[in-house]
């Protein structure tokens, strides 16, 4: 008898099933507007690998009788729309993809028991790990690729001998770590706001377009932030001009996949600023990525609500419901 699912594998499963599903779209629309033929071969590379995962996780879902996600389909996707996006900003979301990626793939795996699970993660790793090098590489030898800024540090190592380390009123030089979360939420903040300003511009929606711009200027908001902060410490901020979006007011996907991926992306932007206050050992910015963090949340909550009043917000799968079985049984 085949050993059943535990609760971490149909999760885990699950949510890749739904997650390469909405890449597999997307994908297919930047093959039809991609110029550049070295982009164009990453973002097949990312097609390959989300469409290997799709049908892996489907697979195994069906197995095991597990109820499949909607998801998303042809009708999400015009991919006759005109280019709404630069070649640059498309390779930019497929770094973050592969950055993404690598973290969840990795999660994935440790936390499978099964052995055809666990080897089906860990060749998505692989898998993913190069994309990711494949697509840094590429933004390098385009001269798009934006790098963290080089720093002189001390060349001794010091023990903290004083609370003062940790003061966010008496603020002492940002350690490499520090700059490191700092440079990257700086990067993913970026995307977002190029992201919500496309779908601000081409979705029919209202209520939609309100929720874009909104997500736009909290992300613009962000990056100030934490450029100012670059700023006092005499560091460049990351900056890249090559990546924007065009004028093009039609759609290439439908309202029901931009919130979807706005809700990853909250997801994963939430998670990083959680990583980094725990990491940061300033003080000063510790309170500043929980307060933001408030943000991101009340943010994901108006995402969330829209989707369930248009009705697009699916349930994972769910530990059954004993008491409305007790309840049915009493009446």
């Known amino acids: 008898m085949p050993q059943r ?3 971490n594998e149909i999760g885990n499963l699950w949510t890749q099933n739904f997650q390469a599903g909405m890449s597999i779209r997307i994908l297919l629309y930047f093959l039809e507007t991609v110029e550049d033929e070295e982009v164009k071969a990453r973002i097949q590379q990312a097609y390959n690998i989300s469409i290997m995962i799709h049908e892996q996780t489907h697979l195994l879902l069906e197995t095991n009788d597990i109820p499949l996600p909607i998801g998303f389909s042809e009708r999400d996707v015009d991919l006759k729309a005109p280019k709404l996006f630069s070649d640059p900003l498309m390779l930019n979301f497929i770094e973050n993809m592969g950055k993404a990626g690598v973290l969840a793939h990795s999660l994935s795996l440790a936390s499978c028991s099964s052995q055809e699970i666990r080897s089906l993660f860990t060749a998505v790793l692989r898998g993913t790990t190069e994309l ?3 697509t840094v590489e590429t933004a390098f030898s385009k001269g798009w690729f934006i790098s963290p800024p080089q720093i002189e540090i001390e060349k001794e190592t010091e023990l903290v001998r004083s609370k003062r380390y940790l003061s966010p009123i008496q603020k002492r030089t940002l350690n490499t770590i520090e700059i490191t979360h700092l440079f990257e939420n700086v990067k993913n903040n970026a995307l977002g706001e190029l992201l919500c300003t496309g779908f601000a511009q081409t979705t029919q929606s209202k209520k939609i377009q309100q929720f874009m711009l909104k997500g736009r200027n909290i992300s613009n908001k962000h990056i100030r932030l934490f450029t100012k902060i670059f700023n006092e410490a005499n560091l460049h901020p990351p900056m890249g001009s090559e990546s924007f979006v065009t004028q093009s007011i039609t759609a290439p996907f439908s309202d029901k996949l931009i919130l979807a991926l706005i809700s990853v992306l909250t997801s994963t932007g939430h998670g990083n600023y959680s990583t980094a206050s725990s990491a940061s050992l300033r003080y000063d910015l510790v309170l500043l990525y929980q307060k933001l963090s408030i943000e991101i949340g009340l943010f994901a909550k108006d995402g969330m609500d829209l989707m369930i009043k248009h009705n697009w917000l699916e ?16 009446e």
């Open 315 to 330: 349930e994972p799968p769910q530990l059954i419901n004993r008491s409305k079985i007790f309840n049915l049984r009493q």
């Open 5 to 7: 699912l535990t609760a």
């Open 132 to 134: 990711f090098n494949a």
